[in-house]
């Protein structure tokens, strides 16, 4: 197995990890997982609790290398479920600010989530011989594995406008000892839709990806890790889930790096 692959899973796991163990602290399913609606189900702890729990389980598994694949898909069809029956639902059904793209940052994550889990699923599948006695939902979720990437890629590029529209906002996230604050913000938007693009036509996949991890990695350390030191509790460690949808983010894009181009 390759250092990028190796690394991204490593990466991928640990963060779904820390916002599961968030759970336990606070008793809640996180925003990135479940939305405001239905009203009462995001603050019941025993949800939190076992969804919590599975998440953990399915990360250790996709850490050994044991079952990995099926733990994968576990998650891509967890996620994807959590974006389509309730982020998806909500937001369009519920939510008088739908039409704001900054309403849809959680839902947008938890379709990349479900994106990294497929492709996370295809870099185990390449290490395994191929199985013909797979049932007809392990032979279609193989066939859904280039859907990871194109989930992923919309997140990215999502973002990246997101960056065109709340500059403001965005720029004051750049710490205080940067100089250039507009020009990073503007850097920032044009690498994350540059490198949405990328990965949609795989124009230069392993290069951009390994990039795109770098600068994802950069951010962590440079943005997410400190802010989250400053204000561990706020919003309900809201800072701290940063970081690990950060560290989610770059191991997805590694671990694109990693695998080979007819995977995903």
């Not at 079952?67 to 029956?85: P, T, Y």
């Not at 870099?123 to 194109?150: H, Q």
Request: glycine share 10%; proline share 4%; with cysteine.
């Amino acid at each position: 197995m390759n250092l990028p692959i190796r690394t991204g899973r490593a990466f991928f796991a640990l963060g779904i990890i820390g916002i599961a163990l968030q759970q336990f602290q606070y008793g809640e399913l996180r925003p990135v997982i479940f939305p405001e609606w239905p009203a009462g189900w995001q603050a019941s702890a025993a949800a939190a609790y076992i969804v919590g729990l599975a998440l953990i389980i399915a990360s250790v598994l996709i850490l050994m290398g044991k079952n990995g694949e099926k733990a994968s898909f576990g998650l891509a069809r967890f996620f994807l479920l959590m974006f389509l029956v309730f982020h998806f639902v909500y937001l369009v059904f519920f939510n008088p600010n739908s039409f704001h793209l900054g309403s849809w940052s959680n839902a947008l994550k938890a379709l990349a989530l479900s994106g990294g889990s497929l492709i996370v699923a295809g870099s185990f599948l390449e290490e395994s011989p191929v199985d013909d006695k797979k049932n007809s939902l392990g032979r279609m979720m193989e066939k859904m594995i280039p859907a990871g990437r194109i989930f992923f890629s919309i997140t990215m590029i999502a973002f990246g406008i997101d960056h065109f529209i709340y500059t403001d906002f965005v720029a004051t996230l750049v710490p205080a000892w940067i100089p250039g604050h507009l020009f990073w913000t503007y850097f920032a938007a044009v690498a994350l839709i540059g490198s949405g693009l990328c990965f949609i036509f795989k124009i230069q996949l392993k290069t951009v990806a390994l990039l795109t991890g770098a600068m994802l990695l950069i951010w962590l350390v440079v943005l997410h890790i400190p802010r989250a030191f400053a204000d561990p509790h706020g919003d309900k460690g809201n800072e701290v889930t940063s970081v690990f949808e950060a560290l989610n983010f770059a191991g997805i894009a590694l671990v694109i790096a990693g695998v080979k181009k007819s995977t995903i």
